[in-house]
């Protein structure tokens, strides 16, 4: 039975050697865009400022020098920020890999 419909083996190799190569392509073009991702959030009040690159590594930290006296509540501030910046990060992400999906099925059904 022929599942290929018609195809020769060699015709359905060189397809399958083209689509690993286009996905290969997308996926270092999609490592660059998230390496380029750098996205800053702060805290509700701004005294606790984060820049997370697209990694989700901290690039910078900045703090309000009144929060050194109030651990907990500088704490709470590090903790609302970065979960902020990661939210906005993933969104960035799910973004740019959407746009790569749909052209990479648009060449597909070319």
Request: charged letters at 25%; aromatic letters at 6%; glycine letters at 4%.
């Amino acid at each position: 039975m022929n599942f290929l419909k018609g195809k020769k083996t060699s015709e359905t190799m060189n397809d399958n050697q083209q689509n690993m190569a286009v996905v290969k392509d997308m996926q270092m073009k999609l490592a660059e865009i998230q390496a380029g991702i750098s996205v800053f959030a702060q805290s509700e009040n701004g005294e606790v400022k984060i820049t997370i690159n697209g990694k989700r590594q901290i690039q910078n930290l900045e703090i309000e020098n009144n929060l050194f006296i109030r651990k907990e509540l500088l704490q709470n501030y590090i903790l609302t920020a970065t979960n902020h910046a990661i939210e906005k990060v993933d969104a960035r992400l799910e973004e740019v890999k959407q746009t790569f999906l749909a052209n990479f099925l648009s060449q597909q059904a070319q």
